[in-house]
């Protein structure tokens, strides 16, 4: 088993900065593929930006590309979100993931069986 503990959320004003973190207990990711996803209310879970085991394999979301860094510290069993110039539209709570089956990521939802409770995330206008 795996255990997720996102931090880092919170209000900040549109184009300010947050940097997540998602802590892994349990089971050590090294490898794994890890994610991170969003789900703003009335709206489904979206990708955002996923990380293989090796950190070789960094997707990302069309909407955060270039403003949005992922990266992970496999000895700290722990990967990160550097979120950068944020929108209003990027309000959302943010999980993390993990897939044991895979060390690339994927960016679907069922692809992933570990997750997260997340951490909100606002931005204001």
């Known amino acids: 088993q795996v255990h997720l503990v996102e931090s880092g959320g919170g209000l900040v004003q549109a184009g300010g900065s947050l940097r997540l973190s998602c802590a892994a207990s349990?089971?050590?990711?090294?490898?794994?593929?890890m994610g991170w996803f969003r789900q703003a209310p009335g709206k489904e879970r979206e990708f955002v930006s996923g990380?293989?085991?090796?950190?070789?394999?960094?997707p990302y979301a069309d909407s955060v590309k270039g403003r949005f860094t992922i990266s992970r510290d496999n000895a700290k069993n722990t990967v990160y979100l550097q979120m950068n110039s944020l929108k209003p539209e990027d309000t959302a709570v943010y999980y993390c993931?993990?897939?044991?089956?895979?060390?690339?990521?994927?960016?679907?939802?069922?692809?992933?069986?570990?997750w997260g409770q997340g951490t909100q995330v606002t931005v204001s206008s």
């Open positions: 993931a993990v897939n044991t089956r895979r060390v690339v990521p994927g960016i679907r939802p069922y692809e992933y069986e570990y």
């Open positions: 990380i293989s085991w090796s950190g070789g394999s960094t």
């Open positions: 349990g089971r050590t990711i090294s490898r794994a593929a």
